[in-house]
């Protein structure tokens, strides 16, 4: 499967752990995005990286919250203190940038994150 | 701030009738729209963006720019259609703002 992926598919944590997520995106996509996604909702953005750069971050990122893209290529998510609001999917998704017209962003299965 | 709203949660249909699925949307700058679906067990993927103007899977949404919508239709449904439907607008920096998703039922 050439597509985005992601680990761990399935994390159950308890309150105050920390945990941490992997996104590796399609080969070559310049962009990789998280969004949050909770039951009976849409995604939500919750950051972006262009290449190891991290060029925005939603106010839905608590300090809590921390993204990294270290070589431009994976990108890990982490959460500190975990709360049970914390609960829900995370997607990853990528694309490329030098695709003239093209926006499609191509999604990861995403991480579902219990928090008992 | 750029909003979207789907305003129906559920649609329930029955093969062959036809189905429209509503999406509002509110950005001040000039839109871009998308509907991404997600099958059943399959990860979310994009349907059709408005610009392109093209028919998938027999799905169709014209931008009304004037009623701020962009309302996802097939005339004949099938089985094949019951998953869960998200409208979606670009936003600055390629990021998407979703809809509350609709879920399409397709009765045989």
């Known amino acids: 499967d050439t597509g985005v992926s992601q680990n761990p598919r399935h994390k159950i944590t308890k309150r105050g752990q920390n945990v941490t997520f992997r996104c590796d995106p399609i080969s070559e996509h310049n962009r990789l995005y998280w969004y949050r996604q909770t039951l009976g909702q849409g995604p939500e953005f919750l950051t972006y990286?262009?290449?190891?750069?991290?060029?925005?971050k939603s106010r839905l990122l608590s300090d809590r919250f921390s993204a990294e893209r270290p070589k431009g290529s994976f990108s890990t998510l982490e959460i500190q203190r975990t709360e049970q609001g914390d609960s829900a999917m995370y997607l990853c998704?990528?694309?490329?940038?030098?695709?003239?017209?093209?926006?499609?962003?191509?999604f990861g299965p995403g991480t579902r994150l219990t928090v008992t | 701030a750029q909003r979207v709203t789907q305003p129906e949660k559920l649609l329930s249909v029955f093969k062959g009738a036809p189905v429209e699925l509503k999406c509002n949307y509110s950005?001040?700058?000039?839109?871009?729209l998308f509907w991404y679906v997600q099958y059943s067990r399959q990860r979310l993927q994009l349907l059709l963006r408005h610009i392109s103007r093209e028919s998938i899977k027999g799905f169709t949404a014209d931008l009304n720019k004037g009623e701020t919508s962009f309302h996802l239709k097939k005339p004949f449904a099938q089985e094949e259609d019951s998953a869960m439907y998200y409208c979606a607008l670009k936003a600055a920096g390629n990021k998407l703002t979703f809809g509350g998703g609709t879920r399409v039922l397709v009765k045989p």
């Open positions: 950005y001040s700058g000039s839109p871009e």
């Open positions: 998704a990528s694309r490329s940038l030098g695709q003239s017209g093209n926006y499609e962003q191509y």
């Open positions: 990286f262009q290449n190891e750069a991290q060029l925005e």
